[in-house]
C-alpha cells in the first residue's frame, strides 16, 4: 500500500546551523509533496510544497528537493532559529486522489 | 476570520457516551477531511468529502460517521466512545481539484479524552 517514510524522529541543532529532514515515498503515481509544521499544542500549518515537475522550491529559509527516480524529497532549513522548533510532517499525494499520506514526523530543537 | 473552525477545543467524556464535533470552512474549498492524530503525533485520514460527496473512507469503526450537509460543513459524530479513541481530531479543507493537489487548511484541532 501507499506509504511515506520520515527520518529522522527527532533532530537537535544548534541555532544557526541548517536541518535536513527526509521522506522516501512508495508511490510513483504521487506528484505533489508538502510540508507541514505544527507547533506544540497548534495545528499543522503548510510551509512549502513541490510538484513532481519541478526539482527544487525555496522559500527564504527552507527549501525542497524532490528526486522522483529514487522517490524521495528532503526539506531544507538555514540558519536554523528557535522558533524553528516544531514537529515537521512531510506528505505524498496523487493527482486528484485527494488523500495524503503523512510521514510519521520530525521533531526539531533549535538550541539557543 | 478562522479559515477552518471546529468544536469544541477540548471534550472530556466517559466511556459507552456519544459525542459530535463540528467543523466549518469559509474558504470556499471543494474538499474536506476528518484526521486523526494520536499521541505519537501520527496524522491519519479518516473520511474525506467533497462537494458534500462521500470519497474517501478509510478502516474506521463505524461508529464513527461524518455527514455533510453542505460543502463548508463536515461534522464528526462518534457513538459508544472508548478509551482509544482518545486523540486529537483535525479538520481540514482544500481545494483539491482534477489536474493537481492543493494544501490543507487545518482546524485548530480538538482533543477528545474518553475516561
Known amino acids: 500500500g501507499e506509504n511515506v517514510e520520515q527520518h529522522p524522529s527527532t533532530l537537535s541543532v544548534q541555532e544557526g546551523d541548517s536541518a535536513v529532514i527526509k521522506c522516501t515515498y512508495s508511490?510513483?503515481?504521487?506528484?505533489?509533496f508538502p510540508w507541514y509544521k505544527q507547533e506544540l499544542g497548534k495545528r499543522p500549518q503548510l510551509i512549502i510544497d513541490?510538484?513532481?515537475?519541478?526539482g527544487e522550491k525555496k522559500d527564504q529559509r527552507i527549501a525542497v528537493t524532490l528526486n522522483k527516480t529514487a522517490k524521495h524529497f528532503s526539506l531544507h532549513i538555514t540558519e536554523t532559529q528557535p522558533e524553528d522548533s516544531a514537529v515537521y510532517f512531510c506528505?505524498?499525494?496523487?493527482?486528484?486522489?485527494?488523500?495524503?499520506?503523512f510521514g510519521t514526523g520530525t521533531r526539531l530543537k533549535v538550541l539557543a | 476570520d478562522t479559515a477552518v473552525s471546529q468544536t469544541p477545543k477540548y471534550l472530556v467524556t466517559q466511556m459507552g457516551n456519544d459525542k459530535s464535533i463540528k467543523c466549518e470552512q469559509n474558504?470556499?474549498?471543494?474538499?474536506m477531511y476528518w484526521y486523526k492524530q494520536d499521541s505519537k503525533k501520527f496524522l491519519k485520514i479518516m473520511f474525506s468529502?467533497?462537494?458534500?460527496?462521500?470519497?474517501i473512507n478509510e478502516t474506521v469503526p463505524n461508529r464513527f460517521s461524518p455527514k455533510s450537509p453542505d460543502k463548508a460543513h463536515l461534522n464528526l459524530h462518534i457513538n459508544s466512545l472508548e478509551l482509544g479513541d482518545s486523540a486529537v481530531y483535525f479538520c481540514?479543507?482544500?481545494?483539491?481539484?482534477?489536474?493537481?493537489?492543493?494544501?490543507?487548511?487545518f482546524g485548530s484541532g480538538t482533543r477528545l479524552t474518553v475516561v
Open positions: 481540514a479543507s482544500s481545494q483539491a481539484r482534477t489536474g493537481g493537489n492543493y494544501g490543507y487548511t
Open positions: 508511490d510513483s503515481a504521487s506528484n505533489y
Open positions: 513541490i510538484r513532481s515537475n519541478v
Open positions: 506528505a505524498a499525494a496523487g493527482e486528484g486522489t485527494y488523500k495524503y499520506i
Open positions: 474558504l470556499g474549498h471543494d474538499t
Open positions: 468529502y467533497n462537494n458534500k460527496e462521500l470519497i
